[in-house]
């Protein structure tokens, strides 16, 4: 049994093949990441069809502009459905830069605010803004704590640290099978075992030796042999590791 933490299924026309690729893998629960509130409804829809699917609610950083007078209350109404189960993904992103960055921050600490008054994890992206995301988890759990995931981790340990001093989870993506992921590979055998989870980001991030093609949740298999194989413990170990973190994180 293996969990795919994060990938996107929305608007996929072969989602009914995916679904059984996923089945057919081992793959026993997703969670469909929400980046966009207005297209909520349809991963709810997902999620309603498909028994072992959640989703999340919330606002990702290059929609900081059309989100611009968005709230944590805003989001608060939106979360009343057994099938959420997570906050975002929100974060910050200052590789592309498609919102201006204090756009971006104010954005997410509304998704913070969220989290911390429903208690549902927060799902975090991150790109190229280690420094000011640190600051901003920092002071949010300082204020009131919360649950977290670091998602597609791949940034500095300064990052990891921080997020494992406030209990929060990280996150292999595909990333960790690239050929020039030495450096990542070793970071992910320093986190504890009870912090680790895996995930795709599908259509995102193919693994090898799927990389350059349409990922879905079926290859997180692949994912979690590279995290078992770089930190010595078997796929079978691996899977049940990062199955339970996930059902303990979600209290599922």
């Not at 968005?70 to 459905?81: G, N, S, V």
């Not at 975002?88 to 509304?110: S, T, V």
């Not at 970071?187 to 989870?197: A, H, Q, S, Y």
């Not at 590791?241 to 994180?249: A, E, H, V």
């Amino acid at each position: 049994m293996l969990v795919d933490s994060h990938c996107h299924l929305e608007n996929n026309e072969k989602l009914g093949d995916i679904m059984i690729h996923a089945a057919d893998a081992g793959v026993a629960l997703i969670l469909d990441a929400g980046s966009n509130l207005d297209h909520l409804e349809e991963h709810l829809q997902i999620a309603e069809k498909y028994a072992f699917v959640y989703t999340a609610a919330g606002a990702h950083p290059h929609q900081a502009k059309e989100f611009s007078a968005l709230t944590a209350e805003d989001i608060l109404c939106k979360i009343r459905h057994n099938k959420i189960i997570a906050i975002g993904e929100a974060g910050l992103d200052y590789y592309y830069d498609f919102a201006p960055r204090e756009m971006q921050i104010r954005l997410f600490k509304e998704n913070i605010k969220a989290a911390q008054q429903s208690g549902l994890p927060l799902i975090v992206h991150n790109r190229d803004s280690d420094e000011d995301m640190i600051n901003l988890l920092r002071e949010a759990y300082e204020r009131k704590p919360f649950k977290a995931i670091i998602h597609c981790y791949s940034s500095s340990w300064a990052l990891a640290e921080a997020a494992l001093e406030m209990g929060f989870y990280i996150s292999a993506s595909g990333m960790i099978t690239f050929g020039n992921a030495a450096d990542l590979q070793e970071k992910f055998v320093k986190i504890p075992e009870d912090r680790l989870l895996v995930e795709t980001d599908a259509p995102y991030l193919a693994p090898v030796p799927k990389r350059g093609q349409v990922n879905e949740p079926a290859n997180v298999v692949l994912t979690a042999a590279k995290l078992a194989e770089v930190r010595r413990v078997s796929f079978e170990k691996m899977a049940q590791i990062t199955t339970n973190n996930f059902k303990r994180l979600f209290e599922l």
